[in-house]
């Protein structure tokens, strides 16, 4: 199984604040690497799919990068409704496997 | 709009059985792979099966494999999980998920409200 590593696990930021969170793979992805934001009490919401392509109604500050092992989700300029926890998800093999999550809380 | 509604969650001794289920609109199901996805109790994310669309390709995490089967019916709109031999650690919301492939990379763009599951004596 391909293991996912997110860090930070968690982070303290500012409103305004440029964010970012790394997700590395044990195993090349190529680019099938995907992104998550869910909030607490919500279902997980799609942001971000092979690695750097904006799902369809996400702000454009979420932004993605990354090839290979190692991943980037950035979080150009951080408003209120961005504090959330963040995952990571491998789509190249199957199982399927998520990193262990960024929660991003307010400073 | 696309909607996925779980059913069927609740309080469950160990050893018991529960069968999930997921209701779906708005999109055409029978076109669609299906997964389930669990979430324990102040944890992160847990792929549980998938489902291709006709049914005739399943998969399960290790951990859930020989307990719990997927279905589907496409004649009603939805997915079911069978869970068989319940323990507490598969206490958790489970999450019906549609899957997505896009540049190769498969994801899963409409999600569920969850369903609870306890296992619990």
């Known amino acids: 199984d391909i293991q996912m590593t997110q860090s930070p696990s968690s982070l303290s930021a500012s409103v305004g604040d440029r964010v970012t969170i790394t997700c590395r793979a044990s195993q090349s992805l190529g680019s099938y690497l995907n992104w998550y934001q869910q909030k607490p009490g919500k279902a997980p919401k799609l942001l971000i799919y092979a690695a750097s392509s904006l799902q369809s109604g996400v702000p454009s500050r979420f932004s993605g990068s990354g090839s290979g092992t190692d991943f980037t989700l950035t979080i150009g300029s951080l408003l209120p409704e961005d504090f959330a926890t963040y995952y990571c998800q491998q789509g190249y093999s199957t199982p399927r496997t998520f990193g262990q999550g960024t929660k991003v809380e307010i400073k | ?121």
């Open chain 2, 1 to 121: 709009e696309v909607q996925l509604v779980e059913s069927g969650g609740g309080l469950v001794q160990p050893g018991r059985s529960l069968r999930l289920s997921c209701a779906a609109s708005g999109f055409t199901f029978n076109s669609c792979e299906m997964n389930w996805v669990r979430q324990a109790p102040g944890k992160g994310l847990e792929w549980v099966s998938y489902i291709s669309s006709t049914g005739s390709t399943v998969y399960y995490a290790d951990s859930v494999k020989g307990r719990f089967t997927i279905s589907r019916d496409n004649t009603k709109n939805s997915l079911y999980l069978q869970m068989d031999s319940l323990r507490a650690e598969d206490t958790a919301i489970y999450y019906c998920a549609r899957e997505i492939t896009v540049a190769g990379s498969d994801g899963f763009d409409f999600w569920g409200q969850g369903t609870m599951v306890t296992v619990s004596s």
